[in-house]
């Protein structure tokens, strides 16, 4: 492969890395339930961090703050999609919101549910 093509490849990789940041900072700024879930997050990783879990515990934690995350970055994109389309099929449009709002509510409790199966033991060894 030429240099060339190797930069070309590199500039478009760091333009893809740009997009998403912005992505990112624009879900940050106007979604107070992402602000909130990466709260959440940075809360369940500093506790990883401080309470003496198993590596499967460290690893099942990431892997559920990233599937919340995504869920809502995914139902945030659908929101602006349908918003787009919404005077045309108006309550499909509205019953298909609830649905996405739906998986990322489940997905939520389910994180939750499974993050308090893993702190509750360490919380009342500390306790003891």
């Not at 990233?66 to 019953?95: C, G, Q, W």
Request: glycine fraction near 4%; charged fraction near 15%.
């Amino acid at each position: 492969m030429s240099k060339l093509k190797t930069v070309m490849r590199l500039s478009r990789l760091l333009i893809s890395f740009r997009d998403a940041v912005r992505g990112l900072k624009a879900v940050l700024k106007s979604e107070q339930n992402f602000r909130i879930q990466v709260f959440i997050g940075i809360i369940a990783l500093f506790l990883a961090t401080v309470l003496p879990l198993k590596i499967w515990e460290v690893v099942l934690l990431i892997l559920l703050i990233m599937f919340v995350l995504v869920m809502e970055l995914l139902n945030t994109a659908f929101e602006y999609v349908s918003d787009l389309i919404k005077p045309r099929l108006n309550h499909y449009v509205y019953m298909l919101k609830d649905i996405m709002a739906a998986a990322v509510l489940l997905t939520s409790l389910g994180a939750l549910i499974i993050g308090l199966i893993i702190f509750i033991p360490h919380f009342i060894n500390l306790a003891r």
